[in-house]
């Protein structure tokens, strides 16, 4: 079994979140898990064991709840390695000209400054243990999407992602941006079975944090066979 890892999930309550904790706990990891859904949390978390996951209710675009996330992670575990920074959400309405700004402002909060605040509260402890921080950007966020404020969040994670593994490498951090095409996730209203599994998501997780030391994954890109 490779060696064991505290990993912190945002988002994992569903989806792509949810996936990793199943992933990364049957890798012989431990996982501390947050959403804004704690009855989900919970079932999760009852699932595995309080022993291998800690489940913290949290809203990440608030930076002194996602601080608190990260205190109560090295309250129970001692140590954080491994932050993936799942958080996301889209937008109702396409475009600039039909769009909505109040779900615009929704959705950067989640997309953009859940994102910082997620790296500058657990930065300081990832450096104690030269740790591992991983993003979920998109496949939308290194191509062209007509109208999408959506897709520019997302090129704003994937821009993020490149300059904070810089950062990082000063003190042989790493930093993984995923980039997954579309996935089969509640995002969608409607069920998407041909396109990609979140369990595709978390096992691009897996890969990046189990890989050597002297490896640093910087991107992961995967798209749906269809």
């Not at 997309?111 to 790296?119: D, S, Y």
């Not at 990832?126 to 969040?153: D, E, M, N, P």
């Not at 810089?166 to 997954?180: K, V």
């Not at 409607?190 to 691009?204: I, N, Q, R, T, Y």
Request: aromatic share 8%; hydrophobic share 40%; glycine share 8%.
């Amino acid at each position: 079994m490779a060696e064991e890892k505290v990993v912190l999930i945002t988002g994992a309550s569903s989806g792509i979140g949810a996936a990793t904790v199943e992933k990364v706990v049957k890798a012989g990891h431990k996982a501390v898990i947050t959403a804004r859904s704690i009855d989900k949390l919970k079932d999760i978390a009852k699932k595995w064991g309080e022993e291998q996951v800690l489940p913290v209710k949290a809203d990440v675009t608030n930076l002194s709840e996602i601080e608190g996330v990260v205190n109560q992670a090295i309250d129970k575990f001692g140590r954080l390695d491994v932050v993936f920074a799942n958080a996301g959400t889209g937008s109702k309405a396409a475009g600039i000209e039909q769009g909505d700004v109040k779900d615009w402002k929704t959705m950067l909060d989640v997309n953009i400054n859940a994102l910082l605040f997620t790296a500058k509260a657990s930065l300081p402890y990832l450096r104690k243990t030269q740790g591992h921080f991983i993003i979920t950007s998109s496949i939308a966020g290194k191509i062209t999407l007509k109208g999408s404020v959506y897709g520019a969040s997302k090129w704003f994670a994937y821009g993020f992602g490149k300059n904070l593994a810089e950062e990082m490498a000063q003190w042989n951090g790493r930093c993984t941006t995923i980039c997954p095409g579309m996935v089969n996730t509640p995002f969608f209203d409607e069920a998407k079975p041909d396109k990609l599994d979140p369990s595709d998501v978390a096992d691009a997780v897996l890969y990046a944090i189990s890989a050597n030391p002297r490896c640093d994954i910087r991107e992961v890109c995967l798209m749906p066979t269809h």
